[in-house]
């Protein structure tokens, strides 16, 4: 909720772009086991960006963000463990 209310919705140069890539990113996210509701900001930020990068002429697919998703993963589990610890 806080999210959606902080996180403007993104400008889409060419909507149909960016509205394909969403169920890319979404089956993504959902095959790393990760909860996140469909309507979360989030999923059309990385939507938008990656229809923006193939727009500027880069070939790209969503393991252009495997590394920010390790990354999160590790710091979402290390948060998870100290959640439990307490």
Not at 30 to 57: D, E, V, Y
Request: hydrophobic share 40%; with cysteine.
């Amino acid at each position: 909720v806080v999210q959606s209310a902080l996180t403007p919705p993104p400008t889409h140069p060419r909507h149909g772009d960016t509205a394909a890539t969403i169920d890319e990113v979404a089956t993504d996210i959902k095959q790393l086991g990760w909860n996140i509701k469909p309507s979360t900001p989030a999923i059309r930020q990385l939507a938008h960006a990656l229809a923006t990068l193939r727009q500027l002429g880069w070939d790209v697919t969503t393991d252009v963000f495997a590394p920010y998703v390790r990354a999160a993963d590790q710091v979402a589990r290390g948060e998870g463990r100290v959640c439990r610890r307490s």
